[in-house]
C-alpha cells in the first residue's frame, strides 16, 4: 500500500523565471518579529500538493493558471515578491523588491497512478519536482519562494514549494496557498487580508525573560550523534490504531486529543529506537500555535510565525519505564504553557540571546500540520490528493515530524508523518511502533 519508492521518471524543466506582483507594490523595508527570525527557523521548508486531472477544467493548463494567479497574489503579499536582509544584531528584514518569487515549469513523464496508491512521504525523485535553483539555498538577497509546477502524463499535476520559515508558519503558509488558489479560481482579492503586524511579536523595551524556557537551554553534548547514515520513513495511524493508543491511557486522561496521543507515542518509540541511557534527559516540543492565546487574538490574516515550542522533559528511562499515560499527560500540561506572556518572554529571549538556537541534544520536535488543512487547497483542480510537507526534519536539524493528514484507500481519515533516523534505529522504531499498536510492550 506504500508509495513506490523504486520509481524514476525524467523531468524536462524549463529556465527559472522570477513571477513578481501583476501590479506595482510599495517599495519599503519591512521588519520580522523577534519570534520570526530566530536561528530555529532560518531554514527553507518544502511542501507538496498533488492534484489530478479534472474534466471540468478542459485544457486549462496548470502552469499558466497557478502562474497568472502567484502574480497576482503577490499583489497582496507582496513581501513574498521581495528579498531578506540582515542588519544589526541578526535582525531579519524584508527589503519589499517587487523583484518576484522563483518559478519553474516541468513536465515529467510519468502518471499519478505510477506512484502508488497512497501518497506519503519521502517521495521518489523529488529533487527532480523541486529543483534547487543554485544559490537559492542562502537566507537572504535570494528569492523568498521557490516554485515548481510539473505537468503529469494523465493531465494531472505537482505543485512543489520551497519557502523561508522566517516569512512564516503552517498557518501562515494555509493563509497564502489559500489566497493564491482563490485568484486561480477568479477571484479579484484574498477573502482574507494578509495582515503585516509583525511588531506584535517583538522583544519589549527593556526585554524581560519572565517564563522557563526549557527548549532554549544551551547544554553541552555528550549523546554520540545521531546524525550518521540517516534513512527517510513515514509512518502511519490510521482510526483502528488511534482507537488501540486511546486504549493504554487511563481514565482521567480521556479527554487528551489524539495530537497528544501520537506525540507521545512517537516520543517514546523514537527515544528507545535510538537506545538512549536511562539516566539522560529527552525533550519534546511541542508546537503550539499561540493565535488565539493573546488577547485580542492576532489579527485572521496574520501571516507571520505565531507559535511557542515549549518543551517536555524527562529522564529517558522514566519515558520507556512508566506507562504510556506518563508521557501523554507530559505532552497534555506541557501544551498548557503557552500564553500571551510566553509568546512576549521568547521575543524577549531572542533579543538577549542573540537569537538563539532551541536546545538540539536528546531532542525532538513535533508539528500538527492538521488544522493547516492544506489538502483542501483548490486551485480549480479539487481537493489535492496529497498536501503537506515533503519530508521530515528542519534545515540542519533532523528531529522534526510533521502530522499530515492523509486519506487512506478506504477514504479513512489518517495521520502520516515523516521521520529521519539512523538506519539502525529505524528498525528499532519501526518495531518498537508495531509492537505499541498491538498493545505488545506495554509495562
Same mark, same amino acid.
Given at each position: 500500500?506504500?508509495i513506490?519508492?523504486?520509481l524514476?521518471?525524467?523531468?524536462?524543466?524549463?529556465?527559472?523565471?522570477?513571477?513578481?506582483?501583476?501590479?506595482?507594490?510599495?517599495?519599503?523595508?519591512?521588519?520580522?518579529?523577534?519570534?520570526?527570525?530566530?536561528?530555529?527557523?532560518?531554514?527553507?521548508?518544502?511542501?507538496?500538493? @498533488?492534484? =489530478?486531472?479534472?474534466?471540468?477544467?478542459?485544457?486549462?493548463?496548470?502552469?499558466?493558471?497557478?502562474?497568472?494567479?502567484?502574480?497576482q497574489?503577490?499583489?497582496?503579499?507582496y513581501? $513574498?515578491?521581495?528579498?531578506? =536582509?540582515?542588519?544589526?544584531?541578526?535582525?531579519?528584514?524584508?527589503?519589499?523588491?517587487?523583484?518576484?518569487?522563483?518559478? @519553474?515549469?516541468?513536465?515529467?513523464?510519468?502518471?499519478?497512478?505510477?506512484?502508488g496508491?497512497?501518497?506519503?512521504?519521502?517521495?521518489?525523485?523529488?529533487?527532480?519536482?523541486? #529543483?534547487d535553483?543554485?544559490?537559492?539555498?542562502?537566507?537572504?538577497?535570494?528569492?523568498?519562494?521557490?516554485?515548481?509546477?510539473?505537468?503529469?502524463?494523465?493531465?494531472?499535476?505537482?505543485?512543489?514549494?520551497r519557502?523561508?520559515?522566517?516569512?512564516?508558519?503552517?498557518?501562515?503558509?494555509?493563509?497564502?496557498?489559500?489566497?493564491?488558489?482563490?485568484?486561480?479560481?477568479?477571484?479579484?482579492?484574498?477573502?482574507?487580508?494578509? *495582515?503585516? &503586524?509583525?511588531?506584535?511579536?517583538?522583544? =519589549?523595551?527593556?526585554? &524581560?525573560?519572565?517564563?522557563?524556557?526549557?527548549?532554549?537551554?544551551?547544554?553541552?553534548?555528550?549523546?554520540?550523534?545521531?546524525?550518521?547514515?540517516?534513512?527517510?520513513?513515514?509512518?502511519?495511524?490510521?482510526? *483502528?490504531?488511534?482507537?488501540?493508543?486511546?486504549?493504554? @491511557?487511563?481514565?482521567?486522561?480521556?479527554?487528551?486529543?489524539?495530537?497528544?496521543?501520537?506525540?507521545?507515542?512517537?516520543? &517514546?518509540?523514537?527515544?528507545?529506537?535510538?537506545?538512549?541511557?536511562?539516566?539522560?534527559?529527552?525533550?519534546?516540543?511541542? @508546537?503550539?500555535?499561540?493565535?488565539?492565546?493573546?488577547?485580542?487574538?492576532?489579527?485572521?490574516?496574520? #501571516?507571520?510565525?505565531?507559535?511557542? #515550542?515549549?518543551?517536555?522533559?524527562?529522564?529517558?528511562?522514566?519515558?520507556? !519505564?512508566?506507562?504510556f499515560?506518563?508521557? *501523554?499527560?507530559?505532552?497534555?500540561?506541557?501544551?498548557?504553557?503557552?500564553?500571551?506572556?510566553?509568546?512576549h518572554?521568547?521575543?524577549?529571549?531572542?533579543?538577549?540571546?542573540?537569537?538563539?538556537? $532551541?536546545?538540539?541534544?536528546?531532542?525532538?520536535?513535533?508539528?500538527?500540520?492538521?488544522?493547516?488543512?492544506?489538502?483542501?487547497?483548490?486551485?480549480?483542480?479539487?481537493?489535492?490528493?496529497?498536501?503537506?510537507?515533503?519530508?521530515?526534519?528542519? !534545515?540542519?536539524f533532523?528531529?522534526?515530524?510533521?502530522?499530515?493528514?492523509?486519506?487512506?484507500?478506504?477514504?479513512?481519515?489518517?495521520?502520516v508523518?515523516?521521520?529521519?533516523?539512523?538506519?539502525?534505529?529505524?528498525?528499532?522504531?519501526?518495531?518498537?511502533?508495531?509492537?505499541?499498536?498491538?498493545?505488545?510492550?506495554?509495562p
Amino acid at each position: 500500500m506504500a508509495i513506490s519508492l523504486s520509481l524514476k521518471f525524467t523531468v524536462r524543466r524549463c529556465e527559472p523565471e522570477l513571477v513578481p506582483p501583476a501590479l506595482p507594490t510599495p517599495h519599503e523595508t519591512k521588519v520580522l518579529s523577534d519570534i520570526d527570525d530566530q536561528d530555529g527557523l532560518r531554514f527553507q521548508i518544502p511542501i507538496v500538493q @498533488i492534484y =489530478r486531472k479534472q474534466a471540468s477544467m478542459g485544457e486549462r493548463d496548470p502552469v499558466e493558471v497557478l502562474r497568472q494567479a502567484l502574480s497576482q497574489t503577490l499583489v497582496f503579499y507582496y513581501p $513574498f515578491a521581495g528579498r531578506l =536582509r540582515e542588519g544589526p544584531h541578526r535582525k531579519l528584514m524584508v527589503d519589499c523588491t517587487g523583484e518576484g518569487a522563483m518559478f @519553474i515549469q516541468a513536465h515529467a513523464d510519468v502518471t499519478l497512478d505510477q506512484f502508488g496508491d497512497f501518497l506519503q512521504p519521502p517521495f521518489p525523485c523529488f529533487h527532480e519536482l523541486l #529543483y534547487d535553483v543554485p544559490a537559492t539555498q542562502q537566507l537572504t538577497n535570494t528569492p523568498l519562494l521557490l516554485v515548481q509546477v510539473t505537468r503529469l502524463k494523465c493531465g494531472g499535476f505537482i505543485l512543489a514549494i520551497r519557502l523561508n520559515h522566517t516569512m512564516s508558519d503552517g498557518h501562515g503558509l494555509s493563509l497564502f496557498l489559500n489566497a493564491w488558489a482563490e485568484m486561480a479560481r477568479g477571484a479579484s482579492k484574498p477573502s482574507i487580508a494578509p *495582515v503585516w &503586524r509583525r511588531e506584535l511579536l517583538m522583544a =519589549r523595551d527593556p526585554p &524581560r525573560i519572565t517564563c522557563k524556557h526549557n527548549e532554549y537551554e544551551q547544554i553541552q553534548d555528550t549523546l554520540t550523534s545521531s546524525h550518521h547514515n540517516l534513512v527517510h520513513r513515514s509512518f502511519f495511524f490510521g482510526p *483502528v490504531d488511534i482507537a488501540a493508543l486511546r486504549g493504554l @491511557i487511563p481514565q482521567h486522561l480521556q479527554h487528551c486529543s489524539t495530537f497528544d496521543m501520537i506525540t507521545a507515542c512517537f516520543w &517514546r518509540c523514537r527515544t528507545k529506537a535510538l537506545q538512549i541511557e536511562a539516566d539522560e534527559d529527552v525533550r519534546m516540543m511541542v @508546537i503550539v500555535n499561540a493565535r488565539a492565546r493573546f488577547n485580542p487574538p492576532l489579527p485572521v490574516g496574520y #501571516y507571520g510565525n505565531g507559535f511557542a #515550542y515549549p518543551a517536555a522533559i524527562t529522564k529517558a528511562g522514566k519515558l520507556c !519505564g512508566n506507562p504510556f499515560g506518563y508521557a *501523554v499527560e507530559l505532552i497534555n500540561k506541557v501544551k498548557g504553557e503557552v500564553t500571551e506572556e510566553y509568546m512576549h518572554s521568547v521575543a524577549d529571549l531572542m533579543v538577549t540571546k542573540g537569537r538563539c538556537l $532551541f536546545t538540539t541534544v536528546g531532542s525532538c520536535i513535533v508539528s500538527d500540520l492538521t488544522r493547516a488543512k492544506l489538502r483542501e487547497v483548490d486551485f480549480g483542480w479539487g481537493e489535492a490528493v496529497y498536501g503537506g510537507v515533503a519530508q521530515g526534519g528542519a !534545515g540542519e536539524f533532523p528531529g522534526v515530524t510533521f502530522f499530515n493528514p492523509v486519506k487512506n484507500e478506504k477514504g479513512e481519515e489518517c495521520i502520516v508523518f515523516p521521520i529521519w533516523l539512523p538506519a539502525e534505529a529505524m528498525e528499532r522504531f519501526a518495531k518498537e511502533f508495531n509492537a505499541m499498536l498491538s498493545h505488545q510492550n506495554q509495562p
